[in-house]
């Protein structure tokens, strides 16, 4: 009979968890399949782009042609901008000629500090490339003295080929974490970006 020792079985399992595609990862050039039940696409045309929204959620678009911001969020947003449990995503287009840097570059450089500001404790990070895509990711709890703790999450993509650069944010505050990350990772895995922006 064949037989595994613990550390193997470990290592094989360890092996197999790191080959396995990133629970987080994004589709590219792909037509829009029927959304999941509670969600409908909502278009980010600026950046070509499609996102699930929660039903009973909300859309804004802000920015400028070039340089889009977009949110899905669970309530409506003020003229302040503000909002409690969501979804942002900035997009920069030609990123080396608005930051110095080239896209994947300015991930780096965005996300080194991220999650470590004062009050706040690094979760997760992880990084990873695949082709012409550089992605990082920090999960981070945010927790000021003067306001409510909030979990967030973060990835910062760059495409080479075209020198863009997307920052996505999804945040809620703590007490609401579990339920809101149900919506939240669904709509981060299922977004669809287009390869050639």
């Known amino acids: 009979m064949f037989h595994l020792s613990p550390a193997l079985l470990l290592t094989l399992g360890l092996a197999l968890l790191l080959a396995t595609p990133a629970a987080h990862a994004q589709r590219y050039n792909v037509p829009l399949a029927t959304p999941p039940a509670g969600f409908a696409w909502q278009a980010l045309p600026d950046g070509k782009a499609a996102a699930l929204l929660p039903a009973g959620w909300y859309y804004r678009a802000e920015g400028k042609k070039g340089a889009p911001t977009y949110y899905l969020t669970q309530e409506q947003m003020g003229e302040?901008?503000?909002?409690q449990t969501g979804l942002s995503l900035q997009m920069v287009r030609k990123a080396t000629a608005k930051t110095k840097h080239p896209a994947?570059?300015?991930v780096e450089l965005l996300m080194m500090r991220t999650?470590?500001?004062?009050?706040?404790?690094q979760?997760?990070?992880?990084?990873s490339e695949a082709g012409i895509w550089h992605r990082q990711t920090v999960r981070y709890r945010d927790a000021p003295p003067d306001?409510?703790?909030?979990?967030?999450y973060q990835m910062a993509l760059a495409n080479t080929k075209t020198d863009t650069l997307y920052l996505l944010t999804f945040e809620s505050p703590e007490k609401d974490w579990p339920a809101a990350w149900q919506l939240g990772e669904t709509m981060v895995r299922e977004l669809v970006l287009d390869a050639r922006q």
Not at 80 to 83: A, R, V
Not at 123 to 127: D, G, M, S, W
Not at 147 to 152: G, K, L, N, P
Request: charged share 30%; aromatic share 12%.
């Open 115 to 121: 999650g470590f500001g004062p009050g706040q404790e």
């Open 147 to 152: 306001a409510d703790a909030r979990i967030v």
């Open 123 to 127: 979760l997760e990070k992880a990084a």
């Open 80 to 83: 302040s901008g503000e909002f």
């Open 104 to 106: 994947a570059e300015y």
